[in-house]
């Protein structure tokens, strides 16, 4: 059963004028974001619909034909469903509310480790949305899947697709290059990296960063580990394990990098003063942490937005030919950045 606002405002313990602030995204007295939250969470799970007649009324719109409700899918391509990504988790946030102003709502989430399950099989072979957000890479097998039952499809991440689908990507190979340069110009040489390598542009950024840099590539100072905080504790721990020199670290994503802090801190190095810490991505996280963590910021939420109005523009016929947008990045200097080999507070 749809519920209506007044039904939403009642789960969620809050006022109706706030879940109507919250869905149609207004500037003014903000809820929090846990409050924002679960509202998405009610709205995805109920289907409530936006009342497209009432909004055009209230424009001074013509109503005589009520626009129906349509639906999209989101395909984390890269992590399991019981997993928690702050990356893709709002990165899929701000396709829906994106796709809510424009009358859609985001019927179902999967990833590529549920197309094998029967129930979910079904729900996609049935195929009752209009298109599908992919969020993450995917390979050529996800890529077959997708071609087969979906006729819409927009990707977003910071890996290219060799596909001819709608991509909206911030750049993580160029991204990694920066990360690399900002830590050549604190006089960083012998610098690890903590992440995945394989099919990852953030790595082969790394390679390429000390190519140009005309510096060796150095086994020990790798580690091939999952983009997790587990996965940049281990990998972190195994390279100081090793006693090779390192004066930085370079993570492909915030959350390895904020194991790679803790391995770091266990090893009795202080950040940035023994060791210097970067990474990619800029979660509200990043901000908060001892030191603070110096990274590439990438706009999520507008790779949201991006995504979910090429993908509705394509549903509706506004455009047939691929198109291909890749938004900026910059480096959000804080404390975990230092000059190589001067124990002083100064940080990037």
């Given at each position: 059963m749809i519920m209506t606002l007044k039904e939403i405002a009642a789960e969620a313990g809050v006022s109706i004028s706030t879940v109507s602030r919250v869905i149609n995204k207004s500037t003014k007295a903000p809820a929090s974001q846990e409050i924002q939250d679960r509202i998405w969470e009610i709205v995805r799970r109920t289907g409530y619909i936006p009342n497209t007649s009432a909004r055009q009324l209230k424009m001074g719109s013509p109503t005589d034909s009520q626009v129906p409700s349509r639906s999209i899918a989101c395909l984390f391509a890269r992590i399991h469903q019981e997993q928690t990504d702050i990356f893709f988790t709002s990165l899929a946030r701000g396709i829906e509310k994106e796709a809510f102003k424009h009358g859609y709502i985001v019927k179902y989430t999967f990833t590529a480790f549920d197309v094998n399950d029967p129930g979910i099989f079904r729900l996609i072979s049935d195929n009752h949305v209009d298109g599908v957000a992919v969020l993450g890479r995917c390979n050529k097998q996800l890529l077959k899947f997708l071609k087969q039952y979906f006729?819409?499809?927009?990707?977003?991440?910071?890996n290219s697709l060799e596909a001819n689908?709608?991509?909206?990507?911030?750049?993580?190979?160029?991204a990694a290059i920066t990360a690399m340069e900002h830590l050549f110009k604190l006089g960083h040489q012998r610098i690890a990296y903590v992440g995945e390598t394989n099919s990852e542009n953030r790595y082969h950024g790394y390679l390429a960063a000390l190519s140009q840099a005309g510096l060796s590539f150095c086994r020990e100072l790798t580690a091939d580990v999952?983009?997790?905080?587990e996965g940049g504790y281990r990998g972190t721990d195994a390279i100081l394990k090793r006693n090779v020199p390192v004066s930085a670290v370079f993570c492909p994503n915030d959350i390895t990098a904020?194991?790679?802090m803790r391995a770091i801190k266990d090893h009795g190095k202080s950040i940035p003063h023994d060791i210097s810490l970067i990474s990619i991505d800029d979660i509200d996280t990043a901000q908060y942490l001892t030191p603070m963590l110096t990274t590439i910021h990438i706009p999520v939420e507008e790779m949201g937005q991006m995504t979910a109005k090429i993908l509705i523009d394509r549903i509706e016929g506004g455009h047939s030919l691929p198109v291909k947008i890749s938004l900026p990045y910059?480096?959000?200097g804080r404390e975990s950045c230092g000059s190589c080999g001067i124990r002083s507070k100064s940080i990037s």
């Open positions: 006729r819409y499809v927009a990707y977003t991440g910071l689908y709608d991509q909206i990507i911030c750049d993580g190979y160029q999952p983009l997790s905080s904020i194991g790679a910059y480096v959000a």
